[in-house]
């Protein structure tokens, strides 16, 4: 499922890096550096919103309160770099869901976000399993017995191509147009690189290169 997140970050690095790294995982990220941008759209609320509680205008306390007027269920999670315990406690008070003191790894970032969107909106997961993975199209994730592969969207959609069309040769061409679209200007050899990727990852996947042509996944 897409989601839609809206991201309220002053730091315009961190900004641009957790915005690559939620759209990674397919869902459709808006990214404000302001408190004042961010207001502008809580009419056209989001399926969850990530504040920063130290912006340069208002503070994401104020921001969180102006959501809720409109939102009252919209999930929230808060980021900062001031004192944790305070900020969890009052930003549980405001009815934020869960709370990430900086400095923090984006993939945590991500992890938190997709246990919240489950939590909140469930997921209509589907697993197939193909030895030894397990792949749950709900959650977009792969396990290897417990554990998660960090895939990226573009690996996960992949493979899905592939799992869904297994047996059949696939052509360059073909994934290229079902992975990127048939608006993608560029060259095809950016398939090879994801398959590349994606055996790195999931080194016991039975997929084999059809060389001059494409690839094409053995039926387990």
């Given at each position: 499922m897409s989601f839609r997140i809206y991201l309220v970050e002053d730091d315009?690095?961190?900004n641009l890096v957790l915005t690559s790294y939620l759209e990674k995982e397919g869902w459709k990220v808006s990214a404000f550096l302001?408190?004042?941008e961010a207001k502008k759209a809580i009419n056209d609320p989001p399926d969850l919103w990530i504040l920063d509680i130290m912006l340069p205008d208002i503070?994401?306390?104020?921001?969180?309160?102006?959501?809720?007027?409109?939102s009252p269920n919209v999930p929230v999670i808060f980021i900062s770099a001031r004192d944790q315990d305070i900020d969890r406690v009052v930003g549980l008070e405001l009815g934020s869901d869960d709370y990430l003191p900086k400095p923090f790894l984006p993939r945590e970032l991500v992890i938190r976000t997709r246990n919240l969107l489950?939590?909140?909106?469930?997921?209509?997961?589907q697993i197939q399993e193909i030895p030894p993975y397990s792949i749950d199209s709900g959650s977009r994730t792969v396990k290897l017995k417990d554990d998660i592969l960090d895939l990226t969207s573009k690996e996960f959609?992949?493979?899905?191509y592939f799992v869904?069309?297994?047996g059949l040769a696939l052509s360059r061409e073909q994934i290229l147009n079902s992975i990127w679209g048939e608006d993608y200007f560029g060259t095809d050899r950016v398939v090879d690189d994801l398959v590349?990727?994606?055996?790195?990852?999931?080194p016991k996947l039975n997929l084999e290169t059809i060389y001059g042509y494409g690839y094409r996944m053995i039926k387990s």
């Open positions: 315009n690095n961190l302001t408190g004042e503070n994401g306390y104020q921001l969180i309160q102006e959501i809720k007027l409109v489950e939590r909140v909106y469930g997921t209509d997961s959609d992949l493979l899905v869904e069309n297994q590349r990727r994606l055996r790195k990852k999931m």
